[in-house]
């Protein structure tokens, strides 16, 4: 990874935030020549600064306060920039149901700025971070992100001469990022209060930061441009969920069941049985080839010698994990992600 973000200019946008500033720890790694976060929030940018600046003083992270509906202040901020990680998004999927039109302006509207100030600049590389709502999409946020994966791959195919690449990524629930339910069920039991719970039946996929982090750079890495990188991950049932950090904590909280919240589903989809018959597995991860692609010279050389998959869609509800298995899984996570809570 050295020699692909070394003396590199990178974008993140949402770098504010819980991904951005997960990206932020591993790019300082590799030499880039800059990292810029692009994020509308103030208050956030100092406590990023708070966290990283004072470290890297000599210039390395830089501080752009903009918000990506603002086309131009996109485009000056993404002037010299090699690479671009768009991470900037309204995510709160309950909220957003009855905000429909704000989310058009950021997470559609605010891609279709990014593509265009990519191009305008000349950007190697873009990549769009997605989510396993796009796929099958039921709510209002799902959608938008689909639309937004169709944006990154159709630009692949109508940008002229330029050399950007577009490539999406999508994954599920990070661990003790803003709004997974990690965090917020482990500070409950640690507190001895109540745990609200929507459906046990519910099912989700989740990933570290690390391996979210990860999943970016394997697509900058090996992306041609149009493709839908997708990892292979643990899901479990949000009532095993429970159970398993309560025996942790050894504690024994109540449980009360709230409801779904408008929008959500049962089992997620990261990949539907029409994306299937595209999707080819490479390594850690499944590749989702684009559509668009048997129509052009495009070939995904680092493909030729993986085997497309051979089941008809990769659901949270499939295998979730339980038991010793979800015990083992969460302590070897706990040392890292829950005990900062």
Same mark, same amino acid.
């Given at each position: ?5 070394? #003396?590199?200019?990178?974008? =993140? ?9 997960? $990206? ?36 390395? $992270? ?11 202040? &996109? ?9 671009? $990680?768009?991470? +900037? ?9 009855? *905000?429909?039109? !704000?989310? /058009?302006?950021? %997470?559609?509207?605010?891609?279709? %700025?990014?593509? *265009? +100030?990519?191009?305008? *600049? ?28 169709? =944006?990154?791959?159709?630009? #692949? ?15 599920? %629930? ?22 609200? &719970? ?34 292979? &991950? ?10 398993? &950090? ?24 990261? =990949?539907? #049985? ?8 490479? !390594?850690?991860?499944?590749? /989702? ?9 495009? =070939? ?20 979730? $994990? ?10 070897? +996570? ?8």
């Amino acid at each position: 990874m050295k020699k692909i973000f070394k #003396n590199k200019t990178i974008l =993140i946008t949402g770098g504010t935030g819980f991904l951005g500033q997960s $990206i932020i720890k591993e790019l300082t790694k590799y030499n880039p020549k800059s990292i810029r976060i692009f994020s509308r929030d103030e208050f956030k940018h100092q406590k990023v600064h708070e966290k990283f600046g004072f470290k890297f003083s000599g210039g390395l $992270i830089r501080h752009f306060i903009g918000d990506v509906r603002d086309y131009e202040r &996109l485009k000056k901020a993404m002037k010299g920039c090699d690479i671009a $990680i768009h991470a +900037a998004a309204l995510k709160r999927i309950d909220m957003i149901e009855y *905000n429909v039109e !704000e989310v /058009i302006k950021t %997470n559609i509207q605010g891609t279709l %700025n990014l593509v *265009n +100030a990519a191009l305008e *600049n000349n950007l190697e590389n873009v990549i769009f971070i997605s989510t396993d709502k796009a796929c099958s999409p039921v709510n209002t946020y799902g959608a938008s992100k689909f639309i937004g994966e169709r =944006i990154i791959t159709e630009s #692949n195919f109508n940008k002229g001469k330029s050399k950007t690449i577009f490539c999406s990524v999508r994954y599920g %629930n990070v661990m003790n990022s803003t709004g997974s339910v990690l965090p917020l069920f482990t500070k409950k039991i640690k507190n001895d209060e109540i745990i609200p &719970l929507t459906d046990g039946k519910m099912t989700r996929f989740l990933i570290s930061p690390l391996g979210a982090v990860n999943l970016i750079f394997k697509a900058i890495k090996y992306g041609k441009g149009g493709e839908v990188f997708v990892p292979k &991950l643990t899901s479990v049932r949000m009532d095993e969920l429970i159970y398993s &950090l309560k025996r942790i904590y050894g504690k024994n909280n109540k449980i009360q069941i709230v409801g779904a919240r408008p929008g959500e589903k049962i089992h997620e989809l990261m =990949i539907n #049985n029409s994306e299937a018959e595209k999707t080819f597995e490479f !390594e850690d991860t499944f590749v /989702i080839t684009s559509q668009i692609e048997k129509y052009q010279d495009k =070939i995904y050389d680092y493909l030729k010698k993986s085997k497309k998959v051979i089941f008809e869609e990769y659901s949270s509800g499939d295998h979730p $994990i339980k038991g010793i298995e979800l015990d083992e899984f969460l302590l070897n +996570a706990k040392k890292s992600i829950f005990d900062k809570n």
